[in-house]
């Protein structure tokens, strides 16, 4: 501002420098001081409305990091529900060794093997994969509870017929 200051001084003595009409000098020095009124006059407005733009985008800019910061805690939460560190889970565990069926609280992350408290066995516990099914278990994706309730339903089934098939024969036996 004071490059300027100096600037506008220098202009200013070199008018009166160069005009000697004393007349025409002051009315050519004023109209220069009126002519830079109107360019502070500009200048001042645009200084005005730029800061109203400005403050307008930081307040808008306050409201997207106030929302920004609102999802940002709904994903924290999401993803601590999700990825909860350190939770125990009870699992219902049989025993392959001796059967005895027990609840026990697993953290996936640190347990890697149980002891039954029947035997005293140690139960390797598998967070890899499914265990190779016999087609006898009723808790897999394999379909091996349908096919039990399939087998269960024939075997009612040929039950029924094998009762019909008794009954029939007495009948007969009785009407002989």
């Not at 220098?10 to 009166?16: F, R, T």
């Not at 109209?31 to 200048?43: A, G, H």
């Not at 529900?81 to 699992?91: A, K, L, P, Q």
């Not at 309730?149 to 075997?155: F, Q, S, W």
């Amino acid at each position: 501002m004071s490059s300027l200051k100096n600037r506008y001084q220098e202009i200013l003595k070199e008018l009166e420098e160069n005009i000697k009409d004393e007349k025409e000098r002051n009315f050519v020095i004023e109209k220069f001081q009126e002519l830079s009124i109107v360019f502070m006059d500009i200048i001042d407005r645009l200084t005005y409305i730029t800061d109203i733009r400005v403050k307008e985008v930081e307040d808008k800019q306050k409201e997207i990091e106030e929302k920004i910061s609102t999802v940002q805690n709904a994903v924290n939460g999401i993803e601590n529900d999700i990825y909860e560190d350190g939770e125990t889970y009870e699992f219902e565990i049989v025993c392959p060794y001796c059967n005895h069926e027990f609840v026990t609280d697993i953290n996936s992350d640190v347990n890697t093997e149980v002891e039954c408290p029947e035997c005293h066995n140690i139960i390797e516990l598998d967070w890899n994969g499914e265990e190779e099914c016999e087609g006898e278990c009723s808790c897999c994706d394999h379909g091996c509870e349908d096919a039990q309730n399939a087998d269960y339903k024939e075997d009612k089934k040929q039950e029924k017929q094998e009762k019909d098939q008794q009954s029939n024969l007495e009948d007969e036996d009785e009407d002989m």
